[in-house]
């Protein structure tokens, strides 16, 4: 009889702690990839429109043939993007200021445009346009960011944002200088604190142009994600941090509305290789709302920081699906 009745409470117990651990993995996995997010009512645009996906194709060709090498090293260089971002914003009528500072001994410079008027508050969107080595054309890292910033900026010079929306080209993304205070993105950060601006949400356009449709393209930093996620890497993803998934849910909510193109997200420790590595780390550092907008980098594009990085192997009708996404996003947040 005793040995039924502890039995009997050992078989509860272990179901019971089943039950729990089943639970726990539910919402951990909820709070991972944001599974229910429905698309919002966004209108889809023509992302076909031969015009704006050649306009992208030329700014990654621009930076990726003709601006290399782009790494620190190489200021000159650095300097001539600068100049050629600086005059794509000023076409859309923008004002375009630049932020310098010193790097052993060197000048570097972000490019900055802001639209939708004046105020405390703003949306930060942004991406690097310096490249790793010098062999990298740097074509999907970061030219394909840049592009996308480039795009978004005609949109906005079009119909301007509710919130201002400030649009920045950083320099000093890549080693050596990455998670140094020399960062662009970083020293962007400190000057918005510093000056008491109110950031509602920061987004990083970190490699936004690598797509593929074949089996097992798509890899992950921890081998469990293959569970979560597809294993084709056709698809655009939005990366946080716990603890910020509001905003993450409304930008994937946006992005689905806004075009065809798959979009996943994960909101996640900064520990999982990968989560924070872009310029966006520098604006939760200030305690701002951030996330990556990416291909997911050298989880998938085997290119990644190598010579092989070039305009050719990228999707631009793609990428125009992504900035299609993210206006749809920026304008949601800044109403």
């Keep these: 009889m005793l040995d039924q009745m502890f039995g009997g409470r050992a078989v509860t117990l272990t179901l019971s702690v089943l039950a729990v651990c089943g ?29 704006r996906v050649a306009r992208l194709e030329a ?15 190489h200021v000159d260089n650095l300097d001539a993007v600068a100049r050629y971002i ?42 690097h ?32 944002p509710m ?5 920045v080209a950083w320099s000093l993304e890549e080693p050596p200088y990455f998670r140094t205070a020399e960062m662009g993105s970083a020293v962007h950060a400190r000057s918005l604190a510093t000056s008491g601006i109110r950031v509602r949400a920061m987004i990083s356009l970190e490699m936004i142009g690598y797509f593929s449709d074949a089996e097992d393209s798509q890899g992950f930093p921890v081998s469990a994600l293959k569970l979560l996620y597809p294993t084709k890497g056709n698809y655009i993803s939005v990366v946080g941090k716990l603890g910020q998934s ?15 193109l798959p979009v996943y997200s ?18 939760w550092d200030e305690g701002w709302p951030a996330v990556m907008i990416t291909d997911t980098a050298f ?26 996404g993210v206006e749809a996003a920026i304008r949601l947040i800044a109403k």
């Design 86 to 127: 600086s005059d794509e914003l000023q076409q859309t009528g923008a004002t375009v200021s630049e932020q310098t500072w010193q790097a052993n001994g060197r000048t570097y410079r972000n490019v900055i445009a802001r639209y939708g008027g004046d105020g405390t508050e703003r949306v930060i969107v942004g991406a």
């Design 23 to 51: 639970l726990l993995m539910a919402v951990a996995v909820w709070l991972l990839t944001e599974p229910f997010v429905r698309a919002s009512d966004a209108a889809t645009k023509d992302a076909s429109d031969p015009q």
């Design 129 to 160: 346009y310096d490249a790793c080595g010098e062999e990298n054309p740097g074509a999907d890292d970061n030219a394909s960011g840049v592009a996308g910033l480039l795009e978004l900026a005609r949109l906005f010079a079009k119909k301007p």
């Design 59 to 73: 700014t990654v060709r621009a930076l990726s043939e003709r601006y290399v090498p782009r790494d620190h090293r």
């Design 299 to 324: 989880y998938r594009n085997q290119n990644y920081h190598t010579e092989n990085d070039k305009a050719d192997t990228l999707n631009y009708q793609k990428m125009a699906q992504v900035i299609d």
């Design 246 to 260: 509001g905003l993450v849910r409304r930008i994937k909510s946006a992005m689905r509305g806004a075009s065809s």
């Design 266 to 283: 994960i909101s996640a420790p900064r520990l999982i290789p990968g989560i924070d590595f872009s310029d966006h780390q520098n604006y």
């Design 163 to 167: 919130l201002p929306v400030e649009l």
